[in-house]
T-cell receptor, first 113, second 113 residues
């Protein structure tokens, strides 16, 4: 059963807490991405990675961090420096960076307590 | 600044009717244009992707058109079904990689029985 998975579906963050969102793909894609979606707005790029152990900042990277230790995995950490983290977070992958169709995961909704 | 404008913002039609969603863009250089369908609380799913040389592409009851001269695209849905209720997102690529994708805010379509 190929695809891209995200967990958890819902995540609650307390004040000053770091939380990590999981993203895994078994599509053998080189490129992976993290987007943030807010109501009434288009998706905004947080970070992307073209290859293992390499990643680049997107438009709204402040307050977030990522790692790409394995081709299949691209976790996103929302740090305490992100003052407005409540949003729907989408992970995506594509065969090569910037080209072709992106395949999106089911998303993680992050809420602040 | 690259921009993608979608209209209408929301649309309600009766089941079985046709509808057309619009996407105007000011993205340069232009590489490709994609339409995605996003069900509420889920990740987007690709419907079509068109390059500069393509002016129409179909996927079942969905037909996308592209006029690169006027920088306009449309998504036509034929014989709508209740399952077509979703947000439809237009994305334009400028060939610059992952940070070269510009997302529209989407059109929210509701199909009424």
């Amino acid at each position: 059963d190929g695809g891209i998975t995200q967990s958890p579906k819902y995540l609650f963050r307390k004040e000053g807490q770091n939380v990590t969102l999981s993203c895994e793909q078994n599509l053998n894609h080189d490129a992976m991405y993290w987007y943030r979606q807010d109501p009434g707005q288009g998706l905004r790029l947080i970070y992307y990675s073209q290859i293992v152990n390499d990643f680049q900042k997107g438009d709204i990277a402040e307050g977030y961090s990522v790692s790409r230790e394995k081709k299949e995995s691209f976790p996103l950490t929302v740090t305490s420096a992100q003052k407005n983290p409540t949003a729907f977070y989408l992970c995506a992958s594509s065969p090569m960076e910037g080209a072709g169709t992106q395949y999106f995961g089911p998303g993680t909704r992050l809420l602040v307590l | 600044k690259n921009q993608v404008e979608q209209s209408p913002q929301s649309l309600i039609i009766l089941e079985g009717k046709n509808c057309t969603l619009q996407c105007n863009y000011t993205v340069s250089p232009f590489s490709n244009l994609r339409w995605y369908k996003q069900d509420t609380g889920r990740g987007p799913v690709s419907l079509t992707i068109m390059t500069f040389s393509e002016n129409t592409k179909s996927n079942g009851r969905y037909t996308a058109t592209l006029d690169a001269d006027t920088k306009q695209s449309s998504l036509h849905i034929t014989a709508s079904q209740l399952s077509d209720s979703a947000s439809y997102i237009c994305v334009v690529g400028s060939g610059g990689g992952a940070d070269g994708l510009t997302f529209g805010k989407g059109t929210h379509l509701i199909i009424q029985p």
